[in-house]
């Protein structure tokens, strides 16, 4: 089957258009970020993510990881090699201060270049995205020592971060967290079991930077007495050296519907005198120190929806092209099933929602750039925290049904697995979990941000919405036509929020009950506000003539498409949304 | 895990309440199946499934199945045993014809009992499913010899059935095949290769079946053309007793996503001389005899998917019981996840799109006992065959999201397989694929089943739910507000209807298009109206008071959330149907 191929094009017209990178690449520090720049820098990745890290997709499924009795995990044939050759072209250090190693460049454009690697391979991605988080945790919140001994060498590569959060008790609920660590001179002495730990343990470097969660002996119960600590797999000597096999190590590997060949491992620490730790941040603020590396990190699961979207997209569009089966309306003769209409409605649908998707993720990343380097930081900020459950959420959502519509596509073929497309289906399943359920976005998307600002920050989202449709309809016919249903989607979000901040203090299980169905509207609501900036842009662009006139016409069909087939979600969504609690919640326990 | 516990109760409610048993107890030959005999039938069959078949269920799929040198499938330990007992307990002759060797049940009780074996373990109910189909098509259309021969062991469960259409350029179109049957006498030499032959080889019985689909040498091309053949594994002598091997068998299995139990194979006939083989019906006669076996396969496929939703239901049920995980609402203290309203909605997800399924599709069997015992054939057949693509498309689609939410609500265990939650997953995904995907039952239902009789058989079926609506509003305040937003729902159904048949004429693409979203809204709107029906039937009976309240309750509270939450989904489903092809056929193939 064919390899991954990076959609370029695509890439760099949301960042262009879309995204704003001019108004980007102008806060300070990002003035190499120019349009030149950035798509040369896509196009080298889409290099690596197509030649060197898709192909190893399918072995890393199939050979998967185990756990050996040295308490090694070797990693498939190639995933080494490969790791090696992305350390090797700096793709760890994009986005990161060049203090420490890193070349400075936009989040936004880091989350294009994430994006392929995760769509190339899940499995392999998942290793440079938690490093990610890891340097983030310890660049905004350790000490300068801490910093100066380890992000550099995670920045370039040569060392890789876990996070350790969950136990098999405290999933969701991090107050359950049981792991100890005591004071011990400079450094803590870590002891407990974490479960679920993404790349716990591998051959692809030397060492394993690992932050855990865990509790003080005279810690406040509940969130308030977590701290966050650093602990080695080898401990650092001073002049950064290695030294000693710290206290710590996987103990089993989970055996997962998906992503076969990203070990998910069973964390022990201290089984004999306790592992070596280091703290991050301050003492019982560990879960504070925690968010700023879950909230990116939830927005990279949420590119990790896309991306898989996309997978699954390219692999149908191949197979839809090559195979043959029964005469389309209108033809004699038999037809490659691209020429079917129904199976034209489901690779629409998945080429939509991911187009949706991504532009809608670049966004939020494009928002979180200007939190960082720009002016108007509260409100860019406000903008990131509401996209940033909507994107984990909501793209997450649609790739269990996109990459389920690539096995339908496929037909029975779908169902053999040499054929890849089941492949994308379970590798996919693992986004609405992780990094927070689907359940735990939507209840954040209308606690803490919506009931808690009394829904500023969404009214500031549905007026910019309202004015890019105004902005369309005093455009084109066309632009009319695409911008028409979505006035009543964004009126239809505005109401269910009313709904929500009305019916909450009388009701409490009001937001519970109502936040999922929030949250797909949002996300519904979001994908077809881009849609239509999408086709806004693209007419202009149509119009300018110096850009890819196919590309602009098809822009401009997929926004046609999204508000007929995929923005109707909407209605649903809202009239499901205002239905109170009553009967989610009428039936007694003893009756399930 | 705690085993599957078939819903006797809601069997019982949804047979005698909703599909009338009385009336289908009253058709000349159907004496026996009084409301008594129905209940111990019931409860005979949830034993054999949750205490024997059901346990076997994990084990299958964790040892799956191979082919061996000698061109065997073993089964997994346990099957064999539990197809005797099946075999031995007359499971497989409940609905067939005393004549041979049948019991003579109905067939609306046949499949709330087939809905056991599937919810059990649906790679083993694979087996006696294919063979009920293979009994249906020898019975309709072989001459009395063949009968004679063949359906008294088939039916005794001696002897296990397959039907053997698909072939590597052939799946949805069979117009395509070109496997070769020449005469030879009294019978006919059949070459060629199939695949996706589910169950075409194992050890569970002495003999297997093969029905073949083939073409005569002097044959129309395309599918008047295609001719029906018995293949048996093993030639069969005059006086029954079994021959010769003959000239065909598994020449490799699929390694498939899920139903890792069920062996899926290729099949070859006719690798020396031809396999002997006995036409069943009229040369080039084939695809009508076919079409008698796969519309019965097609609603045991829905009822598949309304099996493994419910045993996906039951397994998360258990699970969100006994998982303790922060404060609900208004709570100080963590509670199990029951309690928190997100996984509340899961569940009653779960648990009313299955109610609702299963009273849609025993209601489709109920017509067709109607259509083969009663006096008023046309109507019912015409209902039958309406409803048919409804119950295929609408409940597997539903089994997809239903299992997704089955892992859901499990959180990061749903993810690893030693849950079960995933296998259900797995398992459910070939559903909506095999005897026809959604695509190709959507095709059926706006084609044959709509724009062929101009929309007679679905204006009955708007006008009975109608019937059903008015009743209700003339009812308690409570049935009122159940059925309010059901009459609107019909109402689209049939606005939608119109709409495709006015531009089905102009538009060759427009039924293709809207066909999914028929289908969908179709299958919505149905399961409300089987809500409606059973809640209507819930208040009567807990007024009447010799039911049991607390089912009656439970009844109504399920009816009320379909309503809310699960209905409203026909907005969209209607909203996207009627906006035509072009957005969906507008992109030029060369832009995807």
Redo the contacts between chains.
């Keep these: 089957m064919a390899e991954y191929r990076a959609p370029v094009n695509d890439m760099n017209f949301v960042l262009q258009q879309l995204v704003g990178m001019d108004q980007i690449a102008a806060l300070p520090g990002y003035e190499e970020a120019s349009p030149d720049m950035v798509a040369a820098i896509l196009e080298e990745a889409s290099k690596l993510s197509g030649e060197v890290i898709s192909p190893l997709n399918i072995i890393g499924d199939q050979t998967g990881v185990k756990l050996n009795e040295q308490g090694q995990v070797p990693t498939p044939v190639g995933f080494k090699d490969a790791y090696q050759q992305y350390a090797e072209g700096g793709w760890g250090s994009l986005q990161f201060d060049p203090e420490h190693g890193g070349q400075g460049m936009p989040q936004v454009l880091a989350a294009a270049v994430l994006e392929m690697w995760q769509a190339s391979n899940i499995s392999w991605g998942l290793c440079p995205l938690l490093t990610q988080g890891a340097i983030e945790a310890i660049e905004a919140n350790a000490s300068e020592a801490i910093k100066a001994q380890y992000i550099p060498r995670l920045v370039s590569g040569e060392w890789t971060g876990t996070m350790n959060l969950?136990e098999p008790?405290a999933?969701?609920?991090l107050?359950?967290l049981r792991c100890k660590a005591e004071r011990e001179g400079d450094h803590y002495r870590i002891k407990g079991q974490k479960?679920?730990i993404t790349w716990g343990e591998h051959d692809m470097t030397d060492n394993i930077v690992h932050l855990v969660l865990a509790r003080l002996p005279d810690a406040p119960a509940g969130v308030r007495g977590i701290s966050l600590f650093i602990v080695p797999k080898y401990l650092v000597n001073e002049d950064g050296s290695l030294g000693e096999l710290n206290d710590c190590g996987a103990v089993s590997l989970?055996?997962?519907?998906?992503i076969h060949a990203s070990p998910t491992c069973v964390m022990s620490f201290g089984d004999n005198d306790g592992a070596i730790g280091y703290l991050v941040g301050e003492e019982n603020k560990g879960l504070a120190c925690m968010f700023t590396m879950m909230n990116n990190a939830r927005l990279g699961v949420g590119l990790q929806g896309v991306a898989i979207a996309d997978r699954a997209y390219q692999l149908a569009?191949d197979y839809?092209?090559d195979r043959?089966?029964?005469p389309a309306?209108?033809s004699k003769e038999?037809n490659t099933i691209?020429?079917?209409?129904?199976?034209?409605?489901?690779?629409?649908t998945m080429?939509t929602l991911t187009e949706a998707g991504r532009a809608l993720a670049f966004t939020a990343y494009g928002n979180l750039d200007h939190q960082l380097k720009g002016e108007d930081k509260a409100r860019h900020q406000a903008r990131v925290s509401l996209l940033t459950p909507i994107v984990k959420g909501w793209c997450t959502e649609v790739a269990?049904e996109v990459t389920?519509l690539g096995?339908?596509v496929h037909?029975?073929m779908?169902?053999?697995?040499?054929t890849g497309a089941?492949q994308h289906?379970?590798d996919a399943?693992?986004l609405?979990?992780?990094e927070g359920?689907?359940?735990i976005q939507?209840?954040d998307l209308v606690g803490r941000k919506t009931l808690f600002d009394q829904g500023e920050a969404m009214d500031a989202l549905l007026a910019e919405m309202l004015d890019t449709i105004e902005t369309a309809q005093q455009g084109s016919e066309r632009l009319r036509g695409i911008s028409g249903s979505l006035l009543s989607a964004v009126e239809a979000l505005g109401q269910t929020q009313r709904y929500l901040l009305k019916g909450a203090e009388s009701d409490?299980?009001l937001?519970?009950?109502l936040?999922?169905n929030y949250m797909m509207l949002a996300g519904t609501v979001c994908g077809g506000w881009q849609m239509l900036k999408a086709a806004q842009a693209a007419e202009q662009l149509q119009s300018g003539g110096d850009y890819d006139p196919?590309f602009c016409?098809?822009k401009l069909?997929?926004a046609?498409?999204y508000?007929?087939?995929v923005l109707?979600?909407?209605?649903?969504y809202a009239?499901?949304a205002v239905?109170?609690?009553?009967?989610?919640?009428?039936?007694e326990?003893d009756?399930?």
Tied chains: 1, 2.
Excluded: C, W
């Excluded at 989970?254 to 998906?258: A, S």
């Excluded at 239905?579 to 039936?587: F, K, N, P, R, V």
């Design positions: 969950t008790q999933g969701s609920d107050a359950a479960i679920f989970e055996h997962k519907l998906g569009v839809a092209k043959v089966q029964s309306p209108g038999s691209i020429r079917h209409p129904d199976v034209r409605r489901m690779l629409m080429r269990q389920g096995v339908q037909g029975g779908g169902f053999i697995e040499e089941a289906y379970r399943r693992i609405t979990i992780y359920t689907s359940g939507a209840q409490i299980n937001a519970g009950s936040a999922f196919k016409k098809a069909i997929s046609e498409f508000m007929d087939q109707p979600r909407y209605l649903s009239a499901a239905t109170g609690s009553e009967s989610i919640m009428g039936l326990e009756l399930f």
